[in-house]
């Protein structure tokens, strides 16, 4: 499956934007999707997730109750809705896909898109 991640922009603190994660390839929907966030500098981090069917998600802490992932199985798109963004948020934002769900690490999701970056000004 190939991704492609989109949607990222400058926006200031409080903001929302939504990015998403358009696929093209094998079935979408035996896939698992995450988000991810690298910072300047930084590692990359796991940000949210959700299952193939779209019934179960799970999030990090940081972002947990201001962002929101879903995805539309017909359209092989994920979206990553996020609300009342911080300075913190600021990272390139990569979409990926995993056969399993519950995977949290980068190194355990299969495909990756190209990132796209969101700026948050304070």
């Known amino acids: 499956v190939q991704l492609q991640a989109s949607g990222g922009g400058l926006v200031q603190a409080g903001d929302s934007l939504r990015l998403s994660c358009a696929a093209s390839?094998?079935?979408?929907?035996?896939?698992?999707i995450g988000w991810f966030r690298q910072a300047p500098g930084k590692e990359r981090k796991f940000v949210v997730a959700?299952?193939?069917?779209?019934?179960?998600?799970y999030y990090a802490d940081s972002v947990k109750d201001r962002f929101t992932i879903s995805r539309d199985n017909a359209k092989n798109t994920a979206y990553l809705q996020m609300n009342s963004l911080k300075p913190e948020d600021t990272a390139v934002y990569y979409c990926?896909?995993?056969?399993?769900?519950?995977?949290?690490?980068?190194?355990?999701?299969?495909?990756w898109g190209q990132g796209t970056l969101v700026t948050v000004s304070s």
């Open positions: 959700i299952s193939r069917s779209g019934g179960s998600t």
């Open positions: 990926a896909a995993d056969l399993f769900y519950g995977a949290s690490r980068a190194d355990e999701f299969d495909y």
């Open positions: 390839g094998r079935a979408f929907s035996r896939y698992a």
